[in-house]
């Protein structure tokens, strides 16, 4: 609900008819049951074609705080946050004044009519709905009377806009998950107040929904969901957990899908085990010993927990032992912003541990991203047998996002370097746990169950020597930590590679990752139309691939734009290439919202305009 | 036939099949007894080495797993986490033998959180506490473990009551909770054979004398302290489930058996007191006693032998998670589809 230039710029009082294009924001209060309404308006949109997105900016608050619901509509696309609102749908008195502030000239308020307030603007169109009149006429029981209200402005929003009741019904089927009669019940709501504004309301407003070309490549869901059915589909065996928002539902999610997907045919017998732990040392504790073990071992978290996992983080990077780490970020600690989005853990996870130790970041942009980032991460925690940290965020997380169709894997699982029994009996040569045979930093494993007499070692920090024999000999040492950072190396090449977005001509460079990308392709679109062009890269993993520096060199500019205070991508960037930091500049923004478009869109054409002074 | 022909078990190995490293602690502390009744257990119950799987945490006591079963795999983790490092490993093949050794600093300190979680799960385990009262490692700190009294050369005198293990076990529903001390060596293997059939966590607090830091006679964790007040709750002998009951020291007085989940048996003679293992309700208030007596009371002081196991309330593959080929973790494109198309 921040203010930016857009308010100041658009054109207002502006009556040309706007298709398809549109923000709106549903402010109630959280636990009043909104949810389900507000999911239903923006799958009924996503059913006629329309490209949408949904933002949830919800308190760390169980029942009772101002909760809103942003649902932007945009024909062409565009998925990141707007910072105003073209249609403001009012449920709660508390903020009502505050959040007219947003409504744009010309704009229009939907609004409860017993909430007894002055609209003290005469530039917004303003229609009332009698909530509490149409509940009392529908005579629904006490106790749904709350929820059912919501129902109320599914209907009138979509008889003014013109969302066909028939993707309503839809959407309301789908929420509830094909419980016929309970959808009904709600649908039987929404017919009500649609009807009434059929015949009380005159619509005199500029948005409009019309029905497009079916979204037949697209699905809609959130990362979270994505990133667990991407773990399920890489052949997860083993999940520690504890629960933190937004990291939860992920882990439940594994939950929800597992034991559907992942029962053997044959046995009836899951292959799969998750443990809810009592905090997030023992979860990690938990992920460590079962990727030793052999599992395909993980864990879900957000910045708290990734701090109390560190320890066991560092023992698994010294004794090499894979595992994947989500890291749904959040902004701050518990009593910070905990339901606020951000990329803050960027330094925090690319340094994560005590001593010489570095990590595997892989950084999903989208929600069909977390999908193939959820199996990939296992395959490269495998393969460079040390863990892989995939930073997700709350934006992406938990919003839901409409996203390309999850595709299958396209590569076999690839449990990298293990031995069994017959595998070391034909390895040639003499094996050690920790012996460099390929000259590319990643010994051979064995794991426990393997009954070869060379099989067992006895496992610790890096206080050891090729054959995993324990030594506290200066020479063994940095020999070890010189063959992890060999590792290390190999891993740059293999991990996923930056995604580029180029204009023909374009001399300014936009560095960017995660979930801002939707908000970073917008603001390049546009900054074109203005005459300034840029190419985007989009960093996918840490660390950079050679592409990464080339890129910084073929531009005398690049935007670093990222959601925390201290630009940490443009530190990392600075600290790999020390010479190039002239070629950086930092656009980091945090306030604990998704970044939008215009907030790019004006700092560079700021910072570009006063360059060519 | 030689004189001299190797005594092997009945997989064909011999004792030196099970040894470990050469132990590196001090001459005379507790943890080597340990170690070697550990080794012994084994070799007498005939397991595989392979089979079983080793953890410790952080300090003297997670030193020693190097010391005994070097053909075994094992991970010395993190101080006080070796509890969540050995439950995730234990999934991947459920069948192994899990031993955990611990010392008083690494439970019941930092560890006292992921040790009583571990006991609620029930994760079938066998856990030692080779509990000598101070830190050895950092040289000489009290541990939660030290009585209110003790006096320690850099420490002064120590003015907190102890935190008391089995008790924790205890109130913590631990389905074995048994004592023992390092100057009983038989006591000791016969528990740890004991609680290697047990299917769930078995705890052992074991109390063993640190030589260089807390031995002086007076002292609750010494030799000469354990030797003067050592309270056995009954003689105990375990009998693997294919052996015949016939053991000569058992032919007279009062016995009780506790048959443990594989169908082994723990047979308990009587000593000076009747005695119910498988009572909580007994168990608490003779551990109370024995303090108030300053006994060292020791044997199995509670078992629960049908306690469900974590294993039992997740719906586990039986072949060893593992070893499940690739082709086998990955659903259906087929499902992939279903996915998707629910999701519109």
């Known amino acids: 609900m921040i203010k930016d230039s857009e308010l100041l710029s658009k054109e207002g009082g502006n009556l040309e008819e706007s298709i398809n294009d549109f923000c709106m924001t549903i402010c109630t209060v959280n636990g009043s049951g909104s949810a389900t309404a507000n999911n239903t308006l923006l799958r009924a949109l996503f059913h006629m074609g329309i490209p949408v997105s949904g933002k949830n900016i919800f308190p760390s608050n169980i029942k009772g705080l101002p909760t809103w619901f942003s649902i932007r509509a945009s024909d062409k696309g565009y998925l990141g946050r707007v910072a105003h609102d073209d249609i403001i749908v009012q449920m709660n008195p508390i903020t009502f004044k505050e959040d007219l502030i947003y409504d744009v000239p010309g704009g229009v308020v939907f609004y409860a009519d017993h909430i007894d307030m002055p609209i003290d603007r005469d530039d917004v169109i303003v229609y009332p709905m009698p909530v509490k009149d149409l509940i009392a006429e529908a005579d629904v029981s006490r106790d749904l009377r709350d929820y059912m209200s919501n129902m109320v402005y599914v209907g009138i929003v979509s008889q003014i806009l013109g969302i066909g009741l028939e993707f309503i019904n839809d959407a309301l089927l789908r929420q509830f998950n094909k419980k016929r009669s309970v959808a009904e019940s709600n649908f039987a709501i929404v017919k009500l107040a649609a009807d009434w504004a059929k015949e009380n309301l005159e619509k005199r407003d500029r948005y409009r929904v019309e029905k497009q070309e079916p979204l037949k490549d697209f699905i809609m869901t959130d990362g979270n969901t994505a990133g667990a059915l991407g773990a399920i589909y890489g052949g997860f065996q083993f999940c520690g957990w504890y629960p933190i928002t937004p990291a939860t539902s992920l882990a439940e999610s594994l939950g929800i899908f597992s034991p559907k997907l992942r029962k053997d045919p044959e046995t009836g017998k899951h292959n799969f085990a998750i443990v809810q732990a009592e905090d997030e040392l023992a979860s990690i504790g938990m992920a460590v010993g079962a990727g030793w073990a052999g599992l395909r071992s993980m864990t879900s978290t957000s910045g708290p927990g990734v701090s109390l996992m560190t320890e066991y983080m560092s023992m698994a990077y010294y004794a090499e032992v894979p595992l994947v780490l989500w890291d749904v970020q959040r902004v701050g600690p518990s009593t910070g912003l905990p339901t606020r989005t951000a990329q803050c853990d960027l330094n925090l996870t690319y340094f994560l541990g005590h001593g010489d130790t570095q990590q595997l970041v892989i950084i999903p942009s989208s929600v069909n991203e977390c999908f193939e980032f959820g199996w990939k991460a296992f395959d490269f925690a495998e393969e460079f047998q040390t863990p892989v940290i995939v930073l997700s965020d709350l934006d992406l997380g938990m919003n839901l996002w409409m996203t390309t169709r999850f595709e299958y894997p396209d590569q076999p699982i690839n449990r990298g370097k293990i031995l069994w029994e017959e595998g070391l009996e034909k390895f040639k040569g003499e094996w050690g746990r920790y012996l460099d045979v390929d000259g590319d930093g990643i010994p051979y494993r064995t794991v426990m169950g393997n009954i070869s007499e060379k099989a067992p070692y006895f496992a610790r920090g890096t206080g050891h020597d090729e054959f995993g024999n324990y030594s506290e000999d200066a020479d063994v040492w940095q020999r070890m930590l010189n063959r992890i950072k060999l590792k290390f190396d190999t891993a740059r090449e293999r991990l996923p590679k930056p995604i580029f977005r180029k204009i023909e001509g374009a001399e300014i460079g936009l560095i960017a990752m995660g979930s801002t990308e939707s908000a970073v392709i917008e603001a390049q679109d546009q900054l074109e139309r203005k005459g300034i062009r840029t190419d985007f890269m989009r960093v996918r993993a840490l660390p950079f691939s050679s592409e990464v520096r080339a890129f910084i060199q073929s531009h005398p500019r690049n935007y670093v734009i990222e959601l925390n205070r201290d630009g940490q991508l443009n530190q990392i960037l600075a600290i790999e290439y020390c010479d190039l930091t002239d070629r950086l500049i930092s656009l980091a923004y945090i306030d604990g919202l998704p970044i939008t478009a215009n907030y790019i869109i004006d700092s560079i054409s700021s910072k570009e305009d006063s360059d060519h002074e | ?344």
Not at chain 2, 4 to 29: A, F, H, I, M, W
């Open chain 2, 1 to 344: 036939m030689s004189e001299n022909r190797v005594e092997t078990n009945e997989l064909g190995l011999t004792r030196s099949d099970y040894r470990g490293e050469r132990s590196t602690l001090c001459p005379g502390c507790g943890h080597n007894t340990i170690s070697a009744q550990i080794l012994r257990a084994c070799y007498e119950l005939s397991i595989d080495p392979h089979r079983i799987v080793k953890f410790s945490g952080i300090g003297c006591s997670s030193k020693s797993p190097t010391y005994f079963l070097g053909q075994s795999f094992g991970f010395n983790g993190l101080h006080g986490r070796m509890p969540s490092l050995a439950l995730g490993a234990a999934f991947a093949d459920v069948k192994m033998k899990v031993i955990g050794v611990s010392g008083d600093g690494d439970t019941a300190s930092i560890g006292l959180g992921q040790f009583k979680h571990l006991i609620r799960r029930n994760l079938p385990m066998v856990y030692i506490v080779e509990n000598n009262g101070v830190y050895g490692l950092t040289k000489g700190q009290f541990s939660a473990t030290a009585e209110k009294g003790l006096e320690l050369k850099h420490q002064g005198e120590n003015p907190f009551l102890p935190i008391d293990i089995v008790k924790e076990a205890l109130v913590g529903n631990a389905s074995f909770v048994a004592r023992s001390f390092a100057g009983d060596p038989n006591q000791v293997r016969e528990l740890i054979k004991a609680a290697l059939s047990h299917h769930g966590t078995s705890v052992l607090d074991i109390i063993s004398p640190c030589v260089s830091f807390n031995n002086r006679e007076d002292t609750l964790h010494s030799y000469q302290w354990g030797k003067q007040h050592q309270a056995p709750l009954h003689d105990i002998a375990y009998v693997p489930t294919r052996k015949a009951i016939i053991l000569d020291e058992f032919k007279h007085g009062e016995t009780k058996e506790v048959i443990l989940h594989d169908g082994s048996k723990v047979i308990l003679k009587k000593l000076e007191r009747e005695y119910d293992p498988t009572s909580k309700w007994h168990a608490l208030r003779m551990i109370e006693e024995a303090d108030v007596n300053n006994w060292l009371l020791t044997g199995l002081i509670y078992v629960n032998p049908d306690q469900p196991s974590l294993y039992d309330y997740l719906n586990l593959t039986e072949e060893p998670m593992n070893r499940i080929p690739a082709g086998k973790l990955r659903p259906s494109p087929e499902s992939l589809v279903a996915i998707n198309d629910n999701m519109i």
